[in-house]
């Protein structure tokens, strides 16, 4: 099965689960009068919106590069993302408010049980669901679908937590009878809150991140160094070297210093092997290498920085022309 088609699916499952948990979550917490489930409603609704975003950037990220998207369309996900967090934040802040409003006119909680059982049954579907999306956003380095997997484990642990509120306040009036702990709810409502603003704030500089071209990882241009100085009997060195990501896809560009009697065919040969060298190792590398011929003596200060010859082979201009 495609990368594609398996995005595809999984973003489908996870809208699917999520429209089931908003509505057994907006029934229950309507009949108890929960504001910590209905504050999980409100989020199960978020990581629904999410999901029907992340399907929507999915579906449209896949389809190929074009006459005005030459690099493809994969900085939709990064957009999708930085969505999800800013509709995350609104959510969190209406969370509060409303729980603040229940410290100040407490409210009776009713139907405990139930909604510690649906609690239960949102907190299990929600760990099969999230690993499958992790499973298949780390494979396909989709960061939508890895975004909609951070929603999802994040509502695992809120749906605990207002679980474990619930419980507390059916044991607290079970064992202390004629004492209302019912302020215990509003204040599991403002805990998962927090929760949910901390995962929007780590999802938002991820999608920035990538959004802002910033450079690929340590590893990946340690191996783009390591694939280009392999051939330094050939070259006499680089520079300039730049790096970004969007989506799945690496993008790699360098300035590669040849000596100046290498002719065009052999240095185009040269910057071909090095390129498929690269992507042997990063396959969603796209390399783009200019070729520059060695100054000797009139080497600029960057130049020097990236030269593979030593100080007598600059000297004597001794460095083969041919490939080996």
Same mark, same amino acid.
């Given at each position: 099965?495609?990368?594609?088609?398996?995005?595809t699916?999984?973003?489908t499952?996870?809208?699917?689960?999520?429209?089931?948990?908003?509505?057994?979550?907006?029934?229950?917490?309507?009949?108890s009068?929960?504001i910590?489930?209905?504050s999980e409603?409100?989020?199960?609704?978020i990581?629904?919106?999410a999901?029907?975003?992340a399907?929507?950037?999915?579906?449209?990220?896949?389809?190929?590069?074009?006459e005005k998207?030459?690099f493809?369309?994969?900085?939709?996900e990064?957009?999708?993302?930085?969505?999800?967090a800013?509709l995350?934040?609104i959510?969190?802040g209406?969370?509060?408010?409303e729980a603040?409003?229940k410290?100040?006119h407490?409210?009776?909680?009713e139907?405990l049980?139930?909604?510690?059982?649906?609690?239960?049954?949102?907190?299990?579907?929600?760990i099969?669901?999230s690993?499958?999306?992790?499973?298949i956003?780390?494979?396909t380095?989709?960061?939508?679908?890895?975004?909609n997997?951070?929603?999802?484990?994040?509502?695992?642990?809120?749906?605990a937590?207002v679980?474990?509120?619930?419980?507390l306040?059916w044991?607290?009036?079970?064992?202390?009878?004629g004492i209302?702990?019912?302020?215990?709810d509003p204040?599991a409502?403002i805990?998962?809150?927090?929760?949910?603003?901390?995962?929007?704030?780590?999802?938002?500089h991820?999608?920035?991140?990538?959004?802002l071209?910033s450079?690929?990882?340590?590893?990946e241009i340690?191996?783009i160094?390591n694939? !280009?100085v392999?051939?330094?009997?050939?070259i006499?060195?680089? =520079?300039? *070297?730049? %790096?970004?990501?969007?989506? @799945?896809?690496?993008?790699?560009?360098?300035?590669? !210093?040849?000596?100046?009697?290498?002719t065009v065919?052999?240095? =185009?040969? *040269?910057? %071909?092997?090095?390129t498929? @060298?690269?992507q042997?190792?990063i396959?969603?590398?796209?390399v783009?290498?200019?070729?520059e011929p060695?100054?000797?003596?009139?080497?600029?200060?960057t130049?020097?920085?990236?030269c593979l010859?030593?100080?007598?082979e600059?000297?004597?201009?001794?460095?083969?022309?041919?490939?080996?």
């Amino acid at each position: 099965m495609s990368d594609q088609k398996q995005k595809t699916m999984v973003i489908t499952l996870s809208v699917i689960s999520n429209s089931i948990l908003v509505i057994l979550k907006l029934l229950v917490g309507w009949l108890s009068g929960s504001i910590s489930i209905l504050s999980e409603s409100v989020h199960s609704g978020i990581d629904l919106l999410a999901s029907l975003i992340a399907f929507f950037a999915v579906k449209k990220s896949g389809k190929p590069a074009d006459e005005k998207h030459p690099f493809g369309h994969d900085k939709i996900e990064n957009i999708s993302g930085f969505v999800e967090a800013m509709l995350i934040f609104i959510a969190a802040g209406w969370i509060i408010y409303e729980a603040i409003k229940k410290l100040i006119h407490p409210q009776a909680v009713e139907f405990l049980g139930m909604g510690m059982a649906v609690m239960l049954f949102s907190s299990v579907i929600n760990i099969i669901v999230s690993k499958l999306l992790f499973n298949i956003g780390r494979k396909t380095e989709s960061v939508a679908i890895q975004a909609n997997a951070c929603h999802l484990q994040m509502d695992v642990w809120t749906s605990a937590g207002v679980m474990i509120g619930l419980g507390l306040i059916w044991l607290n009036e079970a064992l202390f009878k004629g004492i209302h702990f019912h302020w215990i709810d509003p204040v599991a409502a403002i805990i998962v809150a927090a929760l949910i603003i901390k995962a929007a704030y780590d999802l938002t500089h991820q999608s920035i991140h990538d959004l802002l071209d910033s450079s690929l990882s340590d590893d990946e241009i340690e191996c783009i160094r390591n694939n !280009i100085v392999a051939y330094c009997s050939q070259i006499c060195g680089f =520079h300039h *070297l730049r %790096t970004r990501k969007a989506g @799945k896809n690496r993008f790699i560009e360098f300035h590669l !210093i040849v000596k100046d009697n290498m002719t065009v065919g052999v240095s =185009h040969q *040269l910057a %071909t092997m090095i390129t498929e @060298k690269i992507q042997e190792q990063i396959p969603s590398a796209n390399v783009n290498i200019h070729i520059e011929p060695c100054g000797n003596m009139y080497c600029s200060d960057t130049c020097i920085k990236g030269c593979l010859l030593t100080t007598e082979e600059r000297e004597n201009g001794s460095v083969v022309s041919t490939l080996i």
